[in-house]
């Protein structure tokens, strides 16, 4: 998932906007059966024996709920786009507070630098 992130991620977005096309370039890409490559080209393709069909309705899913969240902040849904993007991220996600129709989720209205920082 970081290889793509790093490929496919958009700068000069909002967060929410970014993980949205994130997710939709993704599988894209997943889908097409594009080789997901070691990013210094030392290694070839990183995990060969990945299931790109169930990877790629997995993300396919991801980029659907991430369209929704979007949509769902613009109209002021909060809750609904907290829920949806919990969806996408799990558990270790926030949830909306209990007993909140309209919890006040923030995102920034400048986009965030992106920094390539080197693994390992």
Known sequence: MEVLALELMPT???QPIAMKEFFIRA?????????VEDPARLCGPIQSDLEYDEFGARLRDAADNAALAVAA???????????LWGEIFGDGFPSAPKGSTNPAVGAPIVPRPVKDTPQG
């Not at 599988?27 to 080789?35: G, K, M, T």
């Open 12 to 14: 000069g977005h909002t």
């Open 73 to 83: 902040q613009v109209s002021n849904d909060s809750a609904k786009a907290v829920r």
């Open 27 to 35: 599988a894209y890409h997943v889908e097409s059966v594009l080789p």
